[in-house]
């Protein structure tokens, strides 16, 4: 049985093929019942994010089933197959595993290390074991590539820092804050990098934000949308001192805060440590200001820097994560072809039998004056001769399951004997014609 | 039997050592484990000597350096366990094992014979006094390791080096309280000691307080984490002042323990 993954993500098509693509997780049980009908398919898992779309599936024909899902992918959403082929993507074997594996572990991502994927994947997974599209090769592969992910994800450093400017603001405060929970952010102007990071700061459970502008008009309007508390920007000093974090983008020509008033609104509060992100271009707040105890300022260039390190350490951490992969995609081969040998011989030798047992009962049944006992002797006798006839392919076949030619074998066996139950052997018939 | 206790303690406290230390530039999260789970077996074969000696001498075994020492490291381990347990930060122990490794070496470099007690320390004051006092001293030592900690910390943030020792230190406001509430844990200790000394100095010497460089260099010590403890509660001395303050204390409360013994002939001259 072989892998096969038919798709295409954001490496290779842009949204608006994406979206046309992409199936509403909300109904998930038509297409994958549809994918599991078509021919040569057996087991399938359809995964759609905003970043990809792909069909794991399981086939006897490599070149078939890819042909099929690319079909089908086409076909379902009303496509022209040759315009989204292109975009297509398709592995088998090895390169199916390794790409699965790597999509768990966030290192095809467009953000490598993002930490959304897997769980998508789980959810993806979770839809084809409800209506029964994943067996037994789809479950063992996917728990593999979760377990990959997580082997990933502990062993390696790859999703541990911020790779936005947002979120390396939220982690640099939580390195002086610990909790934020008992925080109060400050915005002191508005701007769009400026409102992402006050709602990735809100996102963290910080207790109160305040926003102030040069028009009150729009101090209550941006209050209004996150909750929070306007105050005049006259004022501004009047509350400066209660706010823990400060995120400052005003259009204001010269610094509006100063070392001079930071040092007084420090001993306001005790000297409790205050984190400012300018993010302001020219500045907002004077650089001396980051001289004040248990004041930290840093600004979007700052920022960005943390970024750009962090950036630079997740590809190496990327690079001990594909390691991880490769080690993991033999074990996974070394099981799925002893997957293949171990049925094969059950089957095999319950055919044997099965032929042998009706030829005993035909002679038996025909036999008038059958001496006593003879029976058992005879029974004895076509089961010895079955099991010498089986010895010597049995014992090949188990010695193949070290090497790599093993689904050669079992390819042939299950021709040969009509293996395969309740499929047509298309092969034997052309023969006999 | 008590050579063995007190040399095992040492062994396992190097091996948590350098399970601490390794964990400091490594990243496997596993090493502070196994050096948490070290350092609590080590404190207790430590407890097992310290009992042990208790019963073998027949007094507390506080009366000379090599146990005043070994209970020092003892109750440092003690107090950084509880903090380990509350805070969940192993870093922690890549400052203060070391600390409680060095005391006990130290230690063993006096003789650890048990000579007969010294008549002037035959009272029941001596566990009470000496054990208040050392278990003060440990958790300034805490605090101590805690304000290190702080200062490298406040140092990466404020030149926005954010490097692999950044990621591994725990936040500001965590090392900041860990150090205050070591303070607010060691200061009631030492007042106690310092009273209690003075009850047993009257009926032992007649006179509470004699200004023996002991008691002397103990009130010092003592007005230094006064000043930093009110301070902190008036005007705020928190961070980066108050961990410069605890690093001074703790210099001021070695020198009361270690200087003043070895260098200033007096009452407390305990060898």
């Not at chain 1, 490598?112 to 897997?118: N, Y």
């Not at chain 1, 010895?391 to 030619?405: A, F, I, W």
């Not at chain 2, 074969?45 to 001498?57: E, P």
């Not at chain 2, 020492?69 to 347990?85: D, N």
Request: overall charge neutral; some cysteine.
């Amino acid at each position: 049985m072989n892998i096969i993954v038919v798709g295409l993500s954001h490496k290779t098509a842009g949204v608006e093929i994406r979206e046309k693509v992409a199936f509403a997780p909300t109904q998930m049980e038509k297409p994958l019942k549809a994918v599991v009908e078509l021919p040569d398919i057996t087991e399938a898992i359809i995964v759609s994010t905003c970043n990809r779309v792909e069909i794991y599936a399981t086939t006897r024909d490599i070149a078939g089933g890819m042909a099929r899902l690319k079909r089908f992918l086409a076909d379902y959403h009303g496509l022209n197959l040759e315009t989204l082929e292109k975009h297509l993507y398709s592995y088998h074997g090895e390169d199916a595993t390794r790409h699965v594996f790597r999509v768990a572990s966030s290192l095809d991502s467009m953000v490598v290390g993002e930490p959304q994927i897997l769980g998508q994947i789980k959810t993806s997974y979770g839809y084809a074991a409800e209506y029964k599209s994943s067996g037994i090769i789809l479950n063992r592969f996917l728990h593999k590539a979760f377990s990959v992910a997580k082997r990933v994800r502990t062993e390696t450093k790859i999703a541990s820092s911020a790779v936005s400017v947002a979120f390396a603001a939220v982690e640099l405060a939580k390195k002086i804050f610990g909790e934020l929970t008992d925080k109060t952010v400050l915005l002191i102007g508005a701007g769009e990098m400026c409102e992402l990071a006050a709602k990735h700061f809100i996102n963290t459970g910080v207790r109160g934000v305040m926003v102030t502008n040069r028009t009150y008009e729009r101090a209550e309007k941006l209050a209004e949308e996150f909750d929070a508390k306007p105050i005049r920007f006259e004022d501004l000093f009047d509350h400066l001192h209660k706010a823990d974090i400060i995120l400052s983008s005003t259009g204001a020509p010269h610094f509006i805060i100063r070392e001079k008033e930071m040092n007084e609104v420090i001993r306001r509060r005790k000297m409790k440590a205050m984190f400012f992100i300018d993010i302001a271009v020219p500045r907002d707040i004077d650089p001396k200001v980051n001289d004040v105890e248990n004041v930290y300022l840093y600004t979007v260039d700052d920022l960005n820097g943390v970024v750009a390190t962090n950036l630079e350490q997740r590809k190496i951490e990327a690079a001990k994560a594909e390691a991880i992969v490769e080690q993991e995609i033999g074990q996974f081969f070394k099981w799925l072809s002893s997957l293949e040998v171990t049925p094969t011989i059950v089957a095999l030798r319950t055919r044997f039998d099965e032929i042998r047992k009706a030829e005993l009962a035909k002679t038996i049944s025909g036999w008038k004056d059958l001496p006593p006992g003879a029976e058992k002797k005879l029974d004895a006798l076509t089961n010895a001769f079955m099991n010498k006839l089986l010895h010597q392919p049995m014992s090949v076949l188990k010695k193949s399951e070290q090497g790599n030619r093993n689904d050669l074998y079992v390819d042939a066996l299950r021709n040969l004997f009509d293996l395969d139950t309740g499929e047509p052997q298309e092969n034997l018939i052309e023969l006999e014609e | 039997m008590n050579d063995l206790l007190f040399y095992s303690t040492l062994v396992i406290y190097a091996a948590a050592t350098v399970l601490y230390l390794t964990y400091l530039i490594k990243p496997q999260q596993i090493l502070g484990r196994i050096g948490h789970w070290v350092i609590s077996v080590g404190f207790l074969v430590h407890l097992g000597f310290t009992v042990n000696r208790y019963f073998v001498a027949g007094h507390t075994p506080i009366t000379n350096l090599h146990e005043s020492l070994s209970f020092f490291s003892l109750a440092v381990v003690g107090i950084f366990i509880l903090c380990e347990r509350r805070y969940h930060v192993f870093i922690l122990g890549s400052f203060v094992t070391p600390l409680a490794l060095l005391i006990l070496v130290v230690s063993a470099t006096f003789s650890s014979t048990i000579p007969p007690l010294n008549p002037a320390l035959q009272s029941r004051w001596l566990l009470v006094h000496t054990s208040m006092a050392f278990l003060g001293y440990a958790a300034f030592a805490v605090s101590f390791g805690a304000s290190i900690m702080y200062l490298i910390q406040s140092h990466f943030v404020k030149k926005r080096r954010l490097g692999t020792m950044f990621q591994k230190l725990p936040p500001l406001d965590m090392l900041d309280e860990i150090s205050y509430r070591c303070l607010t844990f060691g200061f009631p200790l030492l007042t106690f000691a310092i009273i209690s000394g003075a009850i047993w100095a009257e009926s032992a010497w007649g006179t509470y307080w004699s200004w023996d460089p002991k008691e002397t260099w103990s009130l010092v010590t003592w007005f230094v984490y006064a000043a930093l403890l009110h301070g902190r509660l008036t005007t705020g001395w928190r961070g980066r002042k108050a961990a410069l303050l605890s690093i001074f204390g703790f210099l001021i409360m070695l020198f009361t323990f270690l200087g003043v013994n070895l260098l200033l002939p007096g009452l407390h001259s305990y060898k």
